[in-house]
């Protein structure tokens, strides 16, 4: 069951108390809630929390571009999972581990954490901000690196009682998928994933079994992607024929991502067509040769396609494209393609060119992918009549506009495989903008109409909140999983409790599974007796069934052995001891020997000889006096209630004793016959021993 309300003042101050049956699960957008940009998802159950991604607004700079972090508080955060390198899931990381409270754990892929610094160095050089609104600088990036931990796809972690592991999403290099897992109830964080393979990624994979929940983004909503064949055509056309008109091409992408693949494209479509070699291309990036290194450095990470390549030439060893570190050094003195970042244009090398470009009509600007709403390349999309420089003045755009979208974010008809094949019971869209989401979200009801699929589009710091029950389970494990118990068969063993797993095992086998050891107590007391070791076997033969007479084998002393459990030795005139190995049977029998044999030596020896003189009153006292003593050694609470009851109560269960009778009233069966059995035996115990007249 799940609803959605409005956010709580903060989820930092959230009552902890549940009032349905089950526990809550509460998974709150602090970023991409109906917007794409700065994703970072925020989920709490069981006492644990995650944090998903932790990315900026790239329409947006300093504080105004961060995830809402003030609804949460950091250090109450146990793993925070980045699922790729692009900036809008990566780039807040340095300032909320270096600025804010968190103190959990982080974990990438290599690939990722590869590409991260790369990235993310760059950020920092090319963002037109003050200084008062740079939100971290080289060093946070450098210090964040040392506490970024990496996993391997399908590898399994565990933190603090929670599990999780990832796989491929297609997308870009090192892009995961992380799959979490608390308490029996599995989260699907899907990031940014591509169904599609390309030319150098493998496709998404799917998970082989349903999680309870999946978190997925909705950048496309219900928009369809071209066939990859046609999409390429019209791409490598345009940059033809704007060439053959004298024109030159800017392609404004991200350093690491699409920038590879369309490379890719242009590299293979350059050597096919020798009238272009003299057209130069340039990958204009400050990153581009430390970016090439990383994706050399990972080709086992990518596709059968480029895989094979590699073997034989490296496909990233461009044949026809130069890379471009700066303005400065470029020649433009004809037709030429350039790749430049960032892909919003809002500012550094892409903006600088498009600025001394988009006056003339013979060149063009190629839009390779999704651009965020209020950046500069999704405003000119639309093709406005001016476009404001970055010096502040207008300039006419007659340079023309092409959209053609290589991005790897699924579409409609992948994210609804997809969800088809997984058959999540509840959908969480993030990453879309509202109007997409909307569309997509009904969409998806239609098709889900037939299951009761819950479908849930949250703003942000809107908390969705899911009830699940609980039902505990424990594994038998070594020696007592050899036999499969029968129906009703009880199976004795240590329970034994990690996070949110229960295991049954045998003490024997505790070391084995787990950290723990067994250790057995051995326990003595010597307690003060000179009278008869006759007279203390008496009275235990009249409590206990079983009460054996044993004589030491070395020191030839005396023993009992009561219940099996405790030894009674008698070591001098003036002394007993008893001997235990503890535990919970075993030292209330012990407890028990010691009451008797305390209150034999108060009372004094009871060896009279019966007459018809002695005063009935003093005795009945005296048994009073020992039954009652004896009653509270075995059950603890007994007071003198109404009619001159006893009232005996044990752990809320009450039972009443008439001493006249010996009936036993109590709700409580097992209780009224303990207490029944045990009034007997302490009468019979208590009788005065006669002695014979000879």
Not at 344 to 358: E, H, I, P
Not at 396 to 414: E, K, R
Request: glycine share 6%; net charge negative; with cysteine.
């Amino acid at each position: 069951m799940a609803s959605t309300g409005q956010p709580p003042s903060s989820l930092k101050r959230r009552d902890s108390s549940v009032t349905r049956e089950g526990d809550q699960l509460i998974i709150t957008p602090l970023g991409a809630g109906n917007e794409v940009g700065r994703s970072c998802v925020y989920m709490s159950y069981k006492g644990k929390t995650i944090l998903f991604d932790c990315g900026i607004h790239p329409a947006y700079s300093g504080m105004a571009a961060l995830p809402y972090f003030d609804e949460i508080d950091p250090s109450s955060i146990d793993v925070l999972l980045v699922t790729h390198f692009h900036l809008d899931h990566a780039a807040s990381l340095p300032y909320f581990l270096e600025k804010t409270t968190f103190k959990g754990r982080v974990f990438m892929t290599h690939a990722t954490k590869a590409i991260y610094k790369l990235l993310l160095s760059d950020y920092v050089k090319v963002s037109k901000v003050s200084v008062e609104d740079m939100l971290y600088d080289e060093q946070d990036i450098l210090r964040s690196m040392d506490k970024i931990e990496v996993i391997d796809f399908h590898q399994t972690v565990e933190v603090n009682g929670i599990r999780f592991w990832c796989y491929t999403a297609g997308h870009v290099l090192g892009a995961a998928m992380f799959m979490v897992d608390i308490a029996g109830v599995r989260v699907l964080y899907t990031g940014d994933y591509s169904r599609e393979e390309d030319r150098h990624l493998r496709a998404a994979e799917l998970p082989q079994f349903s999680p309870d929940i999946c978190i997925i983004e909705s950048t496309y909503g219900v928009q369809l992607h071209q066939p990859r064949h046609v999409r390429e055509k019209r791409f490598t056309d345009v940059i033809h024929n704007t060439i053959s008109q004298g024109g030159r091409i800017l392609i404004p992408a991200f350093a690491l991502g699409r920038a590879q693949e369309l490379l890719l494209i242009l590299d293979e479509y350059w050597s096919n067509h020798p009238e272009l070699h003299n057209i130069p291309i340039y990958y204009a990036s400050p990153l581009a040769k430390r970016c090439m290194a990383v994706y050399q450095t990972y080709i086992n990470a990518m596709n059968e396609r480029i895989r094979s390549q590699f073997a034989n030439s490296n496909p990233f060893d461009f044949k026809h494209i130069s890379p471009l570190k700066s303005i400065e050094n470029f020649d433009d003195v004809g037709p030429s393609v350039v790749m430049a970042s960032p892909n919003g244009l809002q500012s550094g090398f892409s903006r600088q060119l498009f600025d001394k470009w988009c006056s003339d009509k013979k060149n063009a600007c190629v839009i390779p992918g999704y651009v965020v709403e209020g950046t500069l390349a999704k405003t000119i999309i639309n093709e406005p009549k001016e476009v404001t420089l970055m010096n502040g003045l207008t300039a006419p755009l007659n340079m023309q506009v092409h959209y053609i979208s290589f991005s790897a974010h699924a579409d409609f008809a992948q994210t609804s495989t997809f969800l088809k094949e997984l058959m999540p019971p509840n959908i969480i869209l993030v990453h879309g903008e509202a109007n997409q989401m909307g569309r997509l979200k009904q969409k998806l009801i239609t098709q889900f109409s037939d299951s009761n699929t819950k479908i849930i589009s949250p703003k942000n710091c809107q908390s969705v909140e899911m009830y699940f029950n609980s039902e505990k389970m424990a594994k038998t494990i070594g020696r007592l999983a050899e036999k499969t118990p029968e129906i009703g068969e009880t199976v004795r063993g240590l329970l034994v409790k990690k996070g949110f797993t229960y295991q049954i095992m045998a003490p024997d086998d505790l070391h084995v599974f787990s950290q723990l050891s067994t250790a057995n107590i051995n326990q003595r007391i010597t307690i003060p007796y000179s009278g008869a070791f006759g007279v203390i076997k008496h009275r235990l033969k009249q409590i206990y069934e079983s009460v054996e007479s044993l004589v030491d084998e070395e020191t030839e002393i005396c023993t009992l052995r009561v219940h099996d459990k405790v030894t009674v030795k008698q070591d001098s005139d003036k002394h007993i001891s008893l001997h235990w190995t503890s535990d919970p049977i075993s030292d209330m029998v012990s407890d028990s020997i010691v009451s008797l044999v305390l209150n034999i030596s108060r009372e004094g020896p009871k060896l009279v000889i019966e007459s018809e003189e002695m005063k009935s009153e003093e005795n009945g006292k005296k048994v009073e006096k020992v039954i009652h003593a004896l009653l509270v050694s075995l059950f603890g609470v007994v007071k003198l209630g109404e009619n001159g009851k006893m009232v005996i109560s044990v752990d809320g269960d009450v039972a009443h004793l008439d001493k006249e009778t010996g009936d036993v009233d109590s709700e409580n069966a097992s209780l009224k016959d303990r207490v029944k059995m045990a009034y007997r035996r302490i009468q019979s115990a208590v009788k005065l021993i006669p002695l014979s007249e000879s």
